[in-house]
């Protein structure tokens, strides 16, 4: 017996035509296209590529991605998933926040299809565009709704504090305390849904720098309220939101805020160490080389067993962090030359070459540890520079591209003194502490910015003093704390007795 055809067309204008035809989408016609999901194979992406003109958004939100989404599921070719792809930009304009609360598992559906479409034609720009306007869209409405729930709790709220200053709130409307909410949780109210993680999948997978830096506003640069409530698995969704949103600081050179957002990949509870964790572990310790030269440590509040197994499945990484010890960057070098094959298969090339690009400044500041001045052809000795792929590359001695490089860091502590005339490798680098740096840098300081350099240290200091002593505070209130408790275990036991 063969399979029946989904007569989308019909079904949508039938309740389109109906009474209360909001009602009857949300209520009728996305479970139905449910109910239909398992028989599609047998379909044509036409029929319901078709059925997409026949809808209007956004009262028809809910049944409009899911039918995207099956559209996208079904393509055979790149012109049927070119069709089913400019769905995404009707979306990003008319997408319906309310009935996507209610239907959470038709976004799960959309983002699932559109990764392999991605995968599949390889336009992952086109997707990761589609998807932005659609999340930019998301987040303004969450952002509103927030701001009015807000505002109208903070209405009732004063409507109730009595006759006291009611003068004076007589002229606050509305719409004024309103704005002023909005104003002042700019980003309070957004929730994560599985189109923001796959918003930032493609976006890493396009390789554009423009689309990262529009991540970053859209969705990196968000503060979200809750983690939970739009996604499937809550613990997933955040461990993987918050690495492809390392990886996309990244792309846009913010190494920092990528480490801090790696760390909270591991600020779940959990039975077992993940498959995330591990990858994060990694590209942590690339990202820890390249910035201060040292292996990145995970949380102190994690668990240790988990800890141990994630270091051991990220071995080869963590003696490459364990290399960056040694006086000479040759055993590193050798090491990053062995797992060639290893970082491309796990995707962190890239990081590697960013890490192989900024490793040389860190063997150089070593030398500082036991020289206050050497010549550039001990140094480059010293640091087992020759065997860097910048030198490999260049057609020019090792000891100049060494000179190129100290001159690149701009380095106020690390001093290249070039003659005239004279080989590259007898030039000297002066290796200067921090007071002599300071000290130079304060006599070719004007008056008045001494003055303003004065007060900035005075502010810091007197801040410094504050904390100090709101520690102490706390730190007597949690001693005496300790005593009543001790005090009640011991009145306790002698009461047992």
């Known amino acids: ?35 239909w999901e398992p028989p599609l194979v047998e379909f ?21 991605m899911q039918i995207a989404a099956d559209a996208l599921k079904l393509a055979k070719s790149r012109e049927q998933a070119e069709l089913a792809l400019q769905s995404l930009a009707q979306l990003s304009v008319d997408v319906d ?13 959309l983002a699932k299809a559109l990764a392999r479409v991605g995968k599949k034609a390889g336009n992952h720009a086109q997707v990761c565009e589609g998807l932005l ?22 209405v009732v709220d004063a409507a109730k504090g009595g006759d006291g200053g009611a003068g004076a709130r007589k002229g606050k409307t509305v719409s004024s305390t309103k704005g002023e909410v909005l104003a002042a949780n700019a980003n309070a109210g957004v929730r994560l849904t599985p189109l923001h993680t796959e918003c930032l999948k493609q976006c890493l997978l396009s390789c554009r720098r423009d689309l990262y830096a529009r991540a970053m506003n859209s969705v990196v640069g968000v503060s979200f309220d809750a983690f939970g409530s739009m996604v499937g698995h809550r613990a997933r969704a955040f461990m993987e939101y918050h690495l492809y949103a390392g990886m996309v600081c990244v792309g846009v050179g913010d190494l920092d805020t990528a480490l801090e957002l790696w760390q909270l990949v591991f600020a779940l509870p959990a039975k077992h160490a993940s498959a995330i964790q591990i990858a994060t572990y990694k590209r942590m310790l690339l990202v820890n080389l390249s910035l201060h030269g040292s292996k990145a440590h995970l949380p102190a509040f994690f668990a240790s067993s988990h800890a141990r197994v994630i270091e051991n499945n990220s071995s080869p990484y963590t003696l490459l962090a364990d290399m960056f010890n040694d006086k000479s960057m040759q055993p590193a070098l050798s090491k990053i030359k062995g797992m060639q094959r290893i970082l491309e298969d796990s995707g962190d090339l890239g990081l590697a070459q960013l890490m192989l690009d900024m490793m040389p400044r860190h063997f150089i500041k070593k030398a500082a540890k036991l020289y206050s001045s050497i010549r550039v052809e001990q140094l480059l000795q010293i640091t087992g520079f020759a065997n860097h792929p910048r030198v490999t590359a260049s057609d020019v001695s090792a000891s100049e591209v060494l000179a190129r490089y100290i001159q690149e860091m701009n380095d106020s502590s690390v001093a290249l003194r070039d003659g005239q005339g004279v080989d590259p490798g007898a030039w000297v680098v002066d290796f200067l502490d921090n007071d002599a740096t300071a000290s130079a840098q304060a006599i070719a300081m004007t008056p008045e910015e001494r003055i303003r350099g004065e007060q ?42």
Do not use: C
């Open 44 to 64: 044509e992406a036409d029929i319901i590529i078709n059925s997409l003109s026949s809808l209007s958004l956004p009262e028809a939100t809910a049944a409009y």
């Open 97 to 109: 926040l309310e009935q996507l609360v209610e239907f959470p598992d038709v976004m799960r559906r």
């Open 1 to 35: 017996m063969s399979l029946q055809r989904p007569n989308y067309a019909a079904l949508v204008t039938a309740a389109t035509a109906a009474p209360g035809a909001t009602t009857a989408f949300r209520r009728q016609v996305v479970p139905l296209l449910r109910k």
């Open 456 to 497: 900035l240290w005075t502010a810091r200091i007197e801040a410094r003093v504050r904390d100090i002593e709101d520690m102490r505070k706390h730190l007597l209130q949690i001693d005496r704390h300790l005593a009543l408790t001790k005090e009640y275990a011991s009145s306790s036991r002698d009461q047992g007795a």
């Open 133 to 154: 306007g659609i999340v930019e869209n998301l987040n303004v409405q969450m952002v509103s709704t927030k701001a009015v729930d807000t505002a109208e709790s903070a």
